[in-house]
């Protein structure tokens, strides 16, 4: 890539500001998670209803997807995102000032910290409409590395809960939310070509494509898988190996960053060698990496290893998924957008509340696991049956700017 040509094609200060942006919002929308020890020790929370408890926030920031994705369009990105952290800011304040004192007032926090996770469909547009096709992989990678935010909520959610009580780690969190939201004011701009508003018929009318859940479902594996472990691994660790939720913090944290960290290598590989043959390598890799951390290994730190190869399978798959995504929808980026971001979140849904519940009903997590390496496996076979009919349907458009 000509490192000169993609640092004059888009707008740099704004590709920060939604990576910025992108970064806290996904710290707070993982939250629960890191501080989910805590939280069920003083609730008396079993298994299962911690595992839906991390998972309420994945949900609900998936179905908020979608409204958002309406919201950039109808609005703008820009304008989008304030809202929604405005939302999450106000959320945060009152479980701060107010309390936590029950499962039902934790699940209800859940559903306001979806707005967080619903970032995703404002700042990837953000960006992306900036950027031409043949840098839209590394583009979209730098933006979509904010998901880097889940690591910094496992790397000091646990111990700051240590030191001032979980509920106080609220309001310690407002800080940069407020700051990293002004910055964002000033240093994000709307890109001038942005398409028109749609109707709501014509957002139904792309999921008359078949492509659309082609992507929908790719994205359900590599970033459900990424997401789900991230709001998981805390618990997991905890559980599994008895580690204290700081230091399953330290672990979670690290197998977090190398998912996060290799997005961007993820867009500028597939921008390489193709976001079909890019993503296909992931999802082997990934099915098995969980399928060898589903026998439970005897060692955290062998587990933490072969986590953080998953993360890194994962991480890659996010940024191949998008670099194909607005090379055929990028008339419909906003709402493909909320679409396959949707997609993503109820995959890790699917992921953390189904650790909850297998080991709840089995007493082991690894039913879980091999699961959704099954459906990694399943990904690949429907990537597999696709490619040939997209590299003849997409049109010379697609193919003379970019490969996939």
């Excluded at 594996?221 to 399953?248: C, E, M, R």
Aim: net charge positive; proline share 4%; aromatic share 12%.
């Amino acid at each position: 890539m000509d490192k000169k040509s993609f640092l004059h094609a888009g707008h740099l200060p704004t590709l920060l500001a939604a990576f910025l942006y992108f970064d806290l919002a996904f710290m707070v929308w993982v939250l629960l998670g890191p501080l989910g020890v805590g939280i069920a020790r003083d609730l008396g929370l079993s298994h299962a209803e911690k595992g839906l408890m991390v998972a309420t926030p994945v949900l609900a920031g998936a179905l908020l997807r979608i409204v958002m994705g309406i919201l950039v369009d109808r609005l703008s990105p820009k304008k989008a995102a304030i809202i929604g952290q405005l939302v999450v800011i106000v959320a945060m304040a009152y479980a701060w000032q107010i309390g936590i004192h029950s499962y039902r007032e934790v699940l209800l926090l859940g559903l306001f910290l979806g707005v967080a996770g619903a970032s995703f469909a404002a700042a990837l547009p953000l960006a992306s409409r900036w950027y031409p096709a043949e840098h839209q992989g590394t583009a979209m990678g730098i933006a979509g590395a904010g998901n880097s935010g889940t690591a910094l909520a496992a790397l000091f959610a646990p111990g700051l809960a240590a030191a001032f009580g979980w509920v106080n780690v609220f309001g310690i969190v407002l800080v940069p939310l407020v700051l990293v939201l002004v910055a964002f004011f000033f240093m994000a701009k709307d890109a001038p070509d942005a398409p028109p508003p749609k109707t709501l018929a014509e957002y139904l009318k792309v999921l008359k494509d078949k492509d659309a859940w082609w992507f929908m479902f790719f994205y359900s594996v590599t970033f459900g898988g990424f997401v789900g472990l991230a709001s998981s691994l805390v618990i997991y660790f905890n559980t599994q190996y008895a580690l204290d939720p700081k230091t399953a913090g330290f672990f979670t944290a690290g197998c977090v960053f190398a998912g996060s960290l290799v997005r961007p290598i993820g867009g500028y590989v597939a921008d390489r060698v193709g976001g079909v043959k890019s993503l296909s390598v992931m999802y082997i890799l990934a099915a098995i990496f969980l399928a060898v951390v589903s026998v439970g290994l005897p060692a955290a730190w062998m587990a933490l290893v072969v986590f953080v190869c998953a993360m890194l399978a994962l991480g890659m798959g996010n940024g191949a998924v998008f670099q194909l995504v607005p090379q055929r929808f990028k008339k419909e980026i906003g709402v493909m957008t909320g679409l396959v971001g949707m997609a993503g979140g109820v995959g890790g849904f699917y992921l953390a509340s189904s650790l909850g519940y297998s080991k709840q009903l089995t007493g082991s997590y690894q039913l879980g696991f091999m699961i959704f390496a099954a459906l990694a496996i399943l990904a690949l076979f429907g990537l597999t049956s696709v490619k040939t009919r997209w590299r003849t349907t997409w049109g010379a458009s697609y193919l003379t700017t970019a490969k996939i």
